[in-house]
């Protein structure tokens, strides 16, 4: 697993050769897809006052990657409507990866509302999920993917549905870095769930990068080439 003891430059720089790789294979199916954009890394102050304003630690890894690569990454592509997917993939039609220290306490703030408005029960079930969280990309259909702070310093990723969603509390990675890395090594497809669920073979595992599903999805994309 990928994490913050392991992360090398090298990692870095695979990452932006898949996120390129899959802009370009969006292309080829005639998609639309915007530059891969990166921001400067945070400083420690910066950290400091996104912290506070959230009340609680930025995870290990989450921290690694702003401080030392960068603070915020936008990657984003579309299929065109008459793209020919095959059936277990009907349903991609986007991906892309976007994190930014700034947009941290928006998704956070999304969160918080959706746990104290809607799923205010700790003892429910569904709602337990959204508690003990701390939300850090939006979903644009409501959703957010979000630290299980129950996980320690450098705690897992996990997915919160507001609409019964098959994936609601799956965990996408065993923290920051190994979500991003799995993330990337498919070309990003989401970040609804829907659009992810193909990779997610059960409510722990994580994408599945070497599964067939996720062999089959990279040989119809465009995604081969590997730089690993």
Same mark, same amino acid.
């Not at 370009?24 to 506070?52: D, F, Q, R």
């Not at 960068?70 to 592509?77: A, I, L, N």
């Given at each position: 697993?990928?994490?913050?003891?392991?992360?090398?430059?090298?990692?870095?720089?695979?990452?932006?050769?898949?996120?390129?790789?899959?802009?370009?294979?969006?292309?080829?199916?005639?998609?639309?897809?915007?530059?891969?954009?990166?921001?400067?890394?945070?400083?420690?102050?910066?950290?400091?006052?996104?912290?506070?304003?959230?009340?609680?630690?930025?995870?290990?890894?989450?921290?690694?990657?702003?401080?030392? /690569?960068?603070?915020?990454?936008?990657?984003?592509?579309?299929?065109?409507?008459?793209?020919?997917?095959?059936?277990?993939?009907?349903?991609?039609?986007?991906?892309?990866?976007?994190?930014?220290?700034?947009?941290?306490?928006?998704?956070?703030?999304?969160?918080?509302?959706?746990?104290?408005?809607?799923?205010?029960?700790?003892?429910?079930? /569904?709602?337990?999920?959204?508690?003990?969280?701390?939300?850090?990309?939006?979903?644009?259909?409501? %959703?957010?993917?979000?630290?299980?702070?129950?996980?320690?310093?450098?705690?897992?990723?996990? /997915?919160?549905?507001?609409e019964d969603g098959e994936c609601h509390g /799956?965990?996408?990675?065993?923290?920051?870095? %190994?979500?991003v890395d799995r993330w990337t090594r498919i070309?990003?497809?989401?970040?609804? %769930?829907?659009?992810?669920?193909?990779?997610?073979?059960?409510?722990?595992?994580?994408?599945?990068? %070497?599964?067939?599903?996720?062999?089959?999805?990279?040989?119809?994309?465009?995604?081969?080439?590997?730089?690993d």
């Amino acid at each position: 697993m990928l994490n913050s003891d392991t992360m090398t430059k090298q990692d870095w720089q695979r990452w932006q050769f898949h996120w390129n790789n899959a802009l370009a294979a969006c292309k080829s199916h005639g998609g639309s897809a915007e530059p891969l954009a990166t921001g400067p890394p945070a400083t420690s102050k910066e950290i400091e006052a996104i912290e506070k304003e959230v009340g609680s630690k930025l995870p290990k890894s989450l921290r690694l990657i702003i401080t030392s /690569y960068s603070g915020e990454v936008q990657v984003s592509w579309q299929l065109p409507d008459e793209a020919q997917r095959p059936e277990t993939f009907r349903e991609i039609f986007s991906g892309g990866i976007s994190w930014s220290l700034k947009r941290i306490k928006e998704a956070e703030n999304e969160r918080r509302g959706w746990q104290k408005n809607v799923f205010a029960d700790p003892k429910d079930e /569904y709602d337990a999920v959204w508690h003990n969280k701390l939300g850090f990309m939006q979903v644009p259909n409501g %959703d957010v993917i979000a630290f299980d702070l129950k996980g320690g310093d450098d705690p897992p990723v996990v /997915y919160l549905s507001h609409e019964d969603g098959e994936c609601h509390g /799956y965990r996408l990675g065993d923290n920051f870095i %190994d979500f991003v890395d799995r993330w990337t090594r498919i070309g990003c497809p989401g970040p609804e %769930d829907w659009q992810m669920s193909p990779f997610l073979a059960s409510p722990q595992s994580g994408f599945g990068t %070497d599964s067939t599903n996720a062999s089959e999805w990279r040989k119809w994309f465009g995604m081969d080439a590997q730089q690993d």
